[in-house]
T-cell receptor, first 115, second 111 residues
Framework: DAGVTQSPTHLIKTRGQQVTLRCSPI?????VSWYQQVLGQGPQFIFQ???????GRGNFPDRFSARQFPNYSSELNVNALLLGDSALYLC??????????????FGSGTRLTVV | QKEVEQDPGPLSVPEGAIVSLNCTYS??????FMWYRQYSRKGPELLMY????GNKEDGRFTAQVDKSSKYISLFIRDSQPSDSATYLC???????????FGAGTRLAVHP
């Protein structure tokens, strides 16, 4: 069974550019959450999407946006990139909008470097 | 104040040592407490979780939660080089829809 897949695995962008990251959840999972993990820190919650609607948002600026498609895959967009946006972006999927700890599965992440 | 605090280490131990990893949390409403293991260039994988206070053992790993002191611990017995990774403690928000992580402790077990 395929797990959570994220693409691309890594990319380099220039300050001020825009980036789109993609996530495909585990088959049957309807909820996708995005996390940002800066080097040396734990993952920080950015968004949760369920049934194509935003159901939770962390303390991130409006430069961050996301959407979920009918097949439950998701995209995270970041505009006007800053050096501080350099991080590992993780996607986690779960069956439902709420889940116990064992209900969340993470992808391997997309490593974004802003230069 | 962060909701989950964790000493980032790093921690270096010889093979066979007992490892103790610790976290504190501030939100009394937290009920689930988890430990994730993260290898380099990988996403976190759930190692163990506990509900409320108490101990849970799984092979060489033991997780402890003391809700009275808001303290979370993970013990690794007979540590192996393959245990070398970053260990993240985490709690689940009251709505069970958001994971709240500590900073992670990088562990190196050398032969």
């Amino acid at each position: 069974d395929a797990g959570v897949t994220q693409s691309p695995t890594h990319l380099i962008k220039t300050r001020g550019q825009q980036v789109t990251l993609r996530c495909s959840p585990i088959s049957g999972h309807k909820s996708v959450s995005w996390y940002q993990q800066v080097l040396g820190q734990g993952p920080q919650f950015i968004f949760q999407y369920y049934e194509k609607e935003e159901r939770g948002r962390g303390n991130f600026p409006d430069r961050f946006s996301a959407r979920q498609f009918p097949n439950y895959s998701s995209e995270l967009n970041v505009n006007a990139l800053l050096l501080g946006d350099s991080a590992l972006y993780l996607c986690a999927s779960s069956l439902d909008i709420v889940a116990p700890p064992y209900g969340y599965t993470f992808g391997s992440g997309t490593r974004l470097t802003v230069v | 104040q962060k909701e989950v605090e964790q000493d980032p280490g790093p921690l270096s131990v010889p093979e066979g040592a007992i490892v103790s990893l610790n976290c504190t949390y501030s939100n009394s409403a937290f009920q689930y407490f988890m430990w994730y293991r993260q290898y380099s260039r990988k996403g976190p994988e759930l190692l163990m979780y506990t509900y409320s206070s108490g101990n849970k053992e799984d092979g060489r790993f033991t997780a402890q939660v003391d809700k009275s002191s808001k303290y979370i611990s993970l013990f690794i017995r007979d540590s192996q080089p393959s245990d070398s990774a970053t260990y993240l403690c985490a709690s689940l928000s009251g709505g069970y829809n958001k994971l709240i992580f500590g900073a992670g402790t990088r562990l190196a077990v050398h032969p």
